[in-house]
Structure formats: C-alpha cells, structure tokens
C-alpha cells in the first residue's frame, strides 16, 4: 500500500467529518531514530508577554519526521507529563510521552502490520493507559481491525489486542474505562452489505474487559450512512455515543436534512435504550459529548449554513455548534459560533471546575465571531460562560494548516490542545515536514 493514498484517506477525515489475537510482548522496540522536535519554550520563562490576559498561549512543541504525523489524542500522567497518540510518517500508530515541559521521554510504534493509528487514549484506574484505533491486519487490503494496547507509564505493553468487529473505517476512535473497570469502545464499519439492515457504514460499539477480552460487539445504524465520534458514560451507568448520521430507518428515527447529529443511549449489554436526530435541513455533524457537573450534557458538531429545524443562527459556511441536552435527550440551551468561513468539524471541550468551558476548533474565518486569522486554519480556542456565551477567545497557529484534535484540563486555568500542523511560522516554532504533531499549553490569566 502506498503512503498518499492513506494520507489522502486521513486528510479528507480530517477536513470533512460530515461528507483474536492477544499478545503479551513487553519488548517493543522503541522507535529509532526519535522524532524531530523543537526546543521548547522555557515554562519558567511564561507566559511570553507578562502583560497578558485572558487566554494566553505558554508553551508550544511540534513533533514530526519528514513524512506527515498526527496527534490524535492526549492524555496526563501523575508526573506531570502526558502521553499522545497517532500516526507517524504518514501510515504506523505510535505512542509517545513527553514531560510537563514536552520534551520527549519515550517513543514508540505499535501495531501488528501495515498502515495503522492510534486514535485516543485514556488512563486507566490501575495506573496504567489504555489505546485505541485501527490496524491492518492484513497487508494485501485495505481492510482494517480494530486495535487496542494497554501501556504502563513507560510504555511497556501489558496487552494489546485485535478486532474483526468489521472492516474499521479510518475515522476517529473513541474509547472510555466505564466504573466497574470494562472498556467501551465506539467507531465506524463498512459493513456486510449482503446481511440484512446492513448501511453504507454502520456504527460498532464494542465492550471489553481490563484483560482485553471481547465482551460484546453491536452495530447500530440505517440504510444510508453512520458516523461514531465519540461517547461517555452517563450519569445512570449507560451510554451515550454521539456521531452523524444521513439515515432515516432502521434505528435512526427520522433525518432533518443532508445530515444530522445522531446520539444514541445504550445500556451495558449493548442493547439500544432511546435516540435521537439533532440539525437542521443542510449538513451537521456530531464531534464530541461530554458530561456536566449539573448532570445534564454538552454535544460539540458542525452545521453548515442553514438556520432551521434545531438550529437557531448560522455564520457562514460552517459553524460551530454547542447544544445541552438531559439524560431523556432533550434539548435545553444551544449556540452556534463562527465566521463566514468554516469552523467545527473537529471539536474538543472541558468543563472548568467553575462552570466555565474551554474549547478548541479549527478555523479560517476571520469575521464575526472569528477576531484573527493566522493563515489557512488555526486552532480556534474559546472561553465560554455556562450559558454559552463567548468570553474570550485566541486563534493560534501560523500561514500554513493547523488542526485541533483533543485537549486535557491541566488544572481550573491551564489546559493542552494536541493537533497538527503545516506551518512553521507565527504561533508555529518550526515545522519538520508535511504535518507535525503540534501541542499547546494555554493559560486562562486574571
């Protein structure tokens, strides 16, 4: 398999989201030569403007060889440090852990054989990390299994396991360690089209336990197409799964337009509890769902241009858009933000103990809601109240293209945005080739 044709795959995902066997090798080899990074700021030496306020950019690193890599996700370890998941040079999942500064600790590729990624990771109670994505098993295809590797803190491999829940498409992974210590896991299929219900993609969600061991596995979805992004465990102990959908049948209710948000409640046993269809007559799609200290829960997703059905505004090709449901999938309380450029399809949030969220997106805008463009996208971060009003906001990267991926809070203030870039000027200190990985630490000063 060539590397551009996956790197074209992995592009297309990146700007358009909307349109077994076990081993116990603790002996992986770490990669060599390591990758490029720059030297990164001196955290003593932030913020960089002593006068600044608000949302302030402390600390940036890029990593990368000479071929495109991808930070897919983050996660932060007890000492400080944190671990990051992806793709390096164009087509092999790596992992790579860094200290509170984001200097390189340890670095390694992973997978059985062929292309493959590692599209999120999470600690575990134990101590230890849990990641997943998508490999290839088998080298003559392009068919891909589901994959997932357990690390402990130096990233050795307690266990690392595959899949055949499907042909996995190579779009974003999302796993979660629910209370009693399984592990679900949510993507997307090309299904069997000779079985019956069978749609053009289909979602799998699949539950495991601390071992690996396949619990259970369902697909969820219509005739048309169905899209997973992600997916939380909810307050009641089932599950919410939150993706796109173009679907009006099978187990999607209804579809208001070209394509709606489709989020989907599911119990421990993986049978379909409600769902629902959130958009409008044009084109949206889910990102991300994250649980609110008041118990109800924030949906991230794009809309593209058209103010109708559940959407109140539009600004302009594609927005940002924020709603709030409860637990029975209700909406509560909505907002879209952008410019009349596209913002969205790529969307990370947190909730601050004080109520207050910190997000991330990319944009090209620079109108409206949208104060400053760096080049072709930026990393888009914003500060909002409870009610969903913009409190501040920066846009950091350089003339090139920079994509948000995943974000950690660090504490109530300070918090990291993994994601990938092209540029090498600006907010970028340099780049060494196609995309880096691209990781910041922003701070929210009085």
Not at 89 to 118: H, R, Y
Not at 318 to 325: A, N
Not at 352 to 377: I, K, R, Y
Not at 426 to 442: K, L
């Amino acid at each position: 398999m060539k590397k551009t044709k996956f790197f074209k795959v992995v592009w297309i995902l990146m700007v358009s989201i909307s349109f077994v066997s076990c081993s116990n090798d603790n002996d992986s080899m770490v990669i060599e030569p390591p990758m490029e990074s720059t030297p990164p700021k001196d955290d003593n030496d932030a913020p960089i403007n002593s006068d600044a306020v608000g949302l302030t950019l402390i600390l940036e690193q890029n990593f990368g060889s000479t071929s495109g890599d991808f930070g897919n996700g983050v996660v932060s370890t007890p000492d400080g440090g944190f671990i990051f998941s992806g793709i390096q040079s164009d087509e092999n999942a790596f992992l790579m852990a860094t200290n509170s500064e984001l200097n390189i600790s340890w670095e390694k590729e992973v997978g059985v054989s062929g292309i493959g990624s590692l599209e999120n990771i999470v600690a575990s109670e134990d101590g230890n990390f849990i990641a997943a994505g998508f490999t290839q098993t088998d080298t003559s295809g392009f068919d891909f299994d589901l994959y997932v590797i357990k690390i402990d803190a130096m990233g050795n491999i307690i266990w690392e396991q595959t899949y055949g829940v499907g042909s996995i498409l190579d779009t974003s992974i999302d796993l979660i360690e629910t209370s009693d210590g399984n592990i679900v896991l949510v993507g997307s299929i090309q299904p069997d089209l000779s079985e019956d219900g069978a749609g053009i993609n289909d979602i799998s969600v699949t539950m495991i336990n601390e071992d690996g061991v396949l619990i259970w596995n369902n697909t969820y979805g219509g005739s048309a197409s169905d899209v997973a992004i992600s997916l939380i465990e909810g307050n009641d102990g089932n599950f919410l799964v939150v993706g796109t959908t173009t679907s009006a049948d099978g187990d999607v209710s209804s579809n208001k337009g070209d394509g709606d948000v489709w989020i989907l409640q599911i119990d421990d046993t993986g049978q379909l509890l409600n769902q629902k269809t959130f958009g409008s007559s044009g084109r949206n799609g889910g990102t991300s769902i994250t649980a609110l200290q008041n118990g109800n829960y924030i949906v991230t997703a794009s809309n593209n241009n058209i103010a109708d059905g559940d959407l109140t505004s539009n600004n302009g090709s594609d927005d940002l858009w924020i709603f709030t449901i409860d637990g029975s999938l209700n909406l509560l309380d909505q907002a879209s933000f952008g410019g009349s450029g596209s913002e969205g399809f790529r969307s990370a949030l947190l909730e601050a103990p004080n109520g207050n969220f910190f997000l991330t997106t990319s944009s090209n805008s620079s109108d409206t809601d949208v104060l400053e463009n760096m080049g072709e996208n930026d990393f888009w971060v914003l500060k909002l109240s409870p009610s969903l009003e913009i409190l501040d906001q920066v846009s950091l990267g350089g003339t090139n293209s920079d994509f948000a991926s995943k974000m950690v809070l660090l504490n109530a203030d300070r918090f990291l945005i993994v994601g990938n870039s092209s540029s090498s000027d600006g907010d970028v200190g340099e780049n060494n080739g196609s995309f880096d990985i691209w990781a910041v630490i922003i701070e929210d000063l009085p």
